[in-house]
């Protein structure tokens, strides 16, 4: 495995083999844990240009913010909906007040 990377498995995985590195897929994520240990759901970026129903289990909150982009990283407008998600999460903003 190159140095540097991790590969997340269901936990039920004891082993894994990776032939191919261009036969993976890149995963995003970002998470904001407050110093009182209180947590928001997270944001999993994925690369891509749409969602796919498969990517989803039934285990998920529901309250995870899913979204995709070109890169499998951040862009501006993924920026601007996880500041909504940290806003919403966290009473911020006029209405929290």
Do not use: Q
């Not at 540097?4 to 990776?18: K, L």
């Not at 970026?45 to 951040?74: C, H, P, Q, R």
Request: charged letters at 20%; proline letters at 5%.
């Amino acid at each position: 495995m190159p140095a540097g990377e991790e590969v997340v498995v269901p936990i039920r995985v004891t082993e894994m083999y990776t032939r191919i590195p261009e036969n993976r897929l890149l995963v995003t994520v970002v998470e904001c844990i407050f110093a009182d240990g209180k947590a928001i759901p997270p944001l999993i970026i994925v690369k891509g240009v749409m969602l796919i129903a498969s990517w989803f289990n039934e285990k998920m909150t529901g309250y995870e913010l899913v979204s995709v982009s070109d890169s499998g990283y951040t862009n501006e407008g993924i920026c601007i909906v996880w500041l909504d998600h940290f806003i919403e999460h966290n009473n911020c903003g006029l209405e929290g007040e």
